[in-house]
């Protein structure tokens, strides 16, 4: 029964995390401005704003959101933005102001939005003009009371902001025609801000800091409860296994992430502004050429993301000859690391790609490996800090290290609950306070936990347990394969049959040669046998394969 509960930590790396250095969010922002000042805090699109600058405007909106408002304490003030400068300036705004922000995806469709504004009861949003039209079709059956609007060039100064909204409406036409009567321009809102003062909020830690909806691609979606609390423990357990790695006030991130997800904003955004790094914000990141261009101009230190976006970097020619003496940490999570992936990064980079899992639910960092990993070990890592991992059955009971089950987490960066959910609160916080992730893991005896996959994703064929992530490892290391997924399909003879969709390098490759390729590598029951050629795979914002997308529209056989 020990053995459950092993504890292994890198070198530096404490047990358990300070949860009392800061009493909030707003906490840790305050003096983190005080302490970096003029350093640059944030970068986008060439422009740089200093922690001071972001501590007056981010003032400037919490005091609009008070005294203009009149906002109550603890009201959803929902953002709607890719990552540009405006964001950071509202989110912490909203934050130190005393309220609740709600993320929202800028590519939601209006059935999404609206269900999102509307579960939450957000009586503000911030969202950039390309998306107003969205908004415009879902803001009649919600409760928002004001809408400010923003250009993505907005916070980029005269004249480029000028120059990059010219561009963007009229150029490129990026933005479709909207009319949202009564709407405020976010430039105004700070001016308004401008003439009253910030009223001090005593923020506690149990209070909700984000709503983080989750789940959309496989139910409604649900807003998960992060507190501040839960927000300032992950940024502290991040930052205690970074630690010794990093040095204060001297590192420079890549978000290519959007900050609206929980990966980018915990652990860019948050982590990182402790310790005083500029954040370089990449706005479109699925501009490959662009960003590889925009990376050339930072000698940047530290780069997250997911498999996919490390992918497409890999497989642009310019990345190869960018400089990458001053990178310390790769770290990718939001997916599972494909060993391809991991080795080609580490041949071309000098570094290692490091993998991490966590959940929205844990705020979301689970597990990280040692960032002086020597090698790709197929493992999302050792438990961090005060975090308790448990691997258990269906029926709840505890299972030795060796032995599959679904992976479960306690610690002080779990979720509060589902936002006026109980019932899913209950299904997935069990009586001892662990959190049920959905995941099927396996520990090893030094504590390194591997997941499986999803138990949903599971596939059955001929009573043999089938985990698409293994199938597709082996799918993505051929030469002549840029990435796939893998599904289960129906089969009169086995219940279940394996179903490769594959994005091709190689246009040669047939679907004999990869079949013979997979049967070189896997058990014959693994084997995919149905294989179907793809310009690209569903992904969503970020980058993960949308597996439930493929199934939804797939026969049984092709």
């Known amino acids: 029964m020990d053995k459950i509960w092993l504890k ?140 400010l609007v923003t250009g993505l060039g907005d916070q980029l100064g005269f004249p480029k902001s000028m120059l990059v909204n010219l561009v963007v409406r009229h150029v490129k036409k990026m933005v479709p025609p909207w009319s949202l009567p009564g709407h405020v321009r976010f430039s105004d809102a700070l001016s308004q801000g401008g003439e009253h003062q910030l009223l001090a909020v005593d923020t506690a830690h149990d209070d909700i800091a984000f709503l983080q909806y989750t789940g959309g691609t496989t139910g409604v979606a649900k807003g998960a409860m992060l507190t501040h609390g839960n927000i300032i423990a992950n940024l502290q357990q991040a930052h205690a296994w970074i630690k010794p790695f990093l040095h204060e006030g001297e590192e420079v991130i890549i978000t290519a992430l959007p900050l609206y997800h929980i990966f980018s904003l915990t652990a860019n955004c948050l982590t990182f502004f402790k310790i005083g790094a500029a954040n370089v914000l990449i706005t479109n990141p699925r501009d490959i050429p662009g960003f590889v261009k925009e990376l050339g101009k930072h000698r940047f230190t530290a780069i997250t993301g997911v498999n996919t976006l490390f992918n497409a970097l890999l497989h642009n020619p310019d990345f190869a000859k960018l400089d990458f003496s001053c990178l310390r940490i790769s770290l990718g999570g939001g997916m599972a690391v494909q060993q391809a992936v991991a080795e080609k990064w580490a041949e071309v980079t000098g570094k290692a790609l490091v993998e991490a899992y966590g959940l ?83 520990m090893d005896d030094a504590g390194f936990l591997r997941i499986v996959d999803r138990k949903k994703d599971m596939i059955l064929i001929s009573g043999f347990n089938v985990y698409p992530n293994e199938v597709e490892d082996v799918v ?30 190689d246009p040669g490759l047939t679907k004999e040669a990869l079949v013979a390729y997979c049967r070189e590598n896997l058990t014959a029951y693994k084997v995919p046998h149905l294989i179907e050629f793809r310009d690209e795979l569903p992904k969503t914002n970020v980058g993960k394969i949308l597996r439930r997308a493929l199934r939804d529209g797939t026969a049984g056989s092709s």
Not at 419 to 428: C, F, G, K, Q, S
Not at 478 to 496: K, L, N, W
């Open 360 to 442: 929205t639910e844990t705020s979301p960092a689970v597990c990280i490996n040692p960032l002086d990993l020597p090698a790709f070990n197929h493992s999302i890592g050792l438990p961090i800090s005060s975090t308790d991992v448990v691997v258990r059955d269906d029926e709840g009971n505890d299972l030795p290290v060796g032995q599959s089950g679904e992976l479960c987490v306690r610690g002080p960066q779990v979720m509060k609950g589902y936002w006026n959910r109980p019932d899913e609160t209950a299904r997935v916080i069990t009586r001892d306070g662990f959190l049920k992730t959905g995941d099927v893991a396996v």
């Open 8 to 147: 292994s930590y890198p070198p530096g790396v404490p047990a358990e995390i300070d949860l009392e250095e800061f009493g909030s969010i707003g906490d840790l922002f305050e003096k983190s401005c005080r302490k970096f000042g003029n350093r640059s805090a944030f970068l986008n699109m060439g422009k740089a704003l200093s922690f001071a600058e972001l501590d007056l405007l981010s003032a400037r909106f919490g005091a609009y959101l008070q005294h203009v408002l009149k906002l109550e304490r603890g009201a959803r003030v929902a953002l709607m933005m890719p990552n540009v400068l405006q964001y950071p300036v509202a989110m912490f705004g909203a934050l130190r102001a005393g309220y609740t922000v709600v993320n929202c995806n800028p590519l939601y469709t209006a059935r999404e939005l609206e269900h999102q504004l509307k579960d939450s009861g957000a009586e503000a949003i911030v969202i950039v003009e390309n998306f107003a039209h969205t908004l415009q079709e879902a803001l009649p059956h919600t409760e928002i009371r004001q809408v």
């Open 476 to 505: 993505v290391s051929h030469p002549g394969v840029i990435e796939a997924a893998v599904i289960g399909v129906p089969d009169e003879r086995s219940g279940e049959a394996v179903k490769a969709f594959v994005v091709r390098k």
